[in-house]
């Protein structure tokens, strides 16, 4: 049983892993330029993941996005989260990798951050990969630069993140939801 578990957890990884690779392009002071335009406000617009209870009301990965930050290439983000009714405020740090767009976390347990894609005056897409508890799960998230977001962008991901094996019920348009 546990090397069943153990041979989907890696076919999950393997298999969803977003396809790109550091070039001399990513260095590039375009490439920085656009990093930087990450940095500011920003709203949760929707949440997807393997696993639902992760992305329910007080689930750990329910989180509200306020802010992200780069500093020495490493994501600085701030979120609101919601325990025992009530807001708490969370600043995290994903630690930059040697692979383009890949970011370590520690937060309720490990995670590789994937940064997807964006355009930044108006969204950004992010995919981690949480191991805990001997598990593997996948979180996507939509954030959006005002919680509202046009329906062809919230279909893309939708989209996407069906495509890769998530169940429709598994993607939580959460714009509406009050945010704390």
Request: charged content about 25%; overall charge negative; proline content about 3%.
């Amino acid at each position: 049983m546990k090397l069943l578990l153990l041979s989907v957890g890696l076919a999950l990884v393997c298999g969803l892993q977003p396809e790109y690779s550091r070039s001399e392009e990513d260095l590039s002071d375009e490439k920085e330029q656009k990093w930087a335009q990450l940095s500011r406000h920003w709203h949760t617009v929707a949440l997807a993941s393997s696993d639902r209870a992760l992305i329910e009301e007080e689930g750990p990965f329910r989180y509200f996005i306020q802010n992200i930050t780069i500093e020495h290439g490493n994501l600085n983000v701030y979120f609101l989260t919601r325990k025992n009714s009530q807001c708490i405020p969370l600043s995290l740090t994903a630690f930059k990798t040697k692979e383009a767009r890949h970011f370590k976390l520690n937060y309720y347990g490990t995670n590789d951050v994937y940064y997807e894609s964006s355009k930044p005056n108006e969204y950004a897409k992010f995919t981690l990969y949480n191991y805990h508890d001997g598990k593997v799960n996948i979180v996507a998230n939509l954030f959006g630069r005002t919680p509202y977001l046009s329906n062809e962008i919230k279909k893309k991901f939708e989209e996407d993140f069906i495509s890769r094996g998530f169940r429709k019920e598994n993607i939580l348009d959460i714009s509406d939801v009050d945010h704390c």
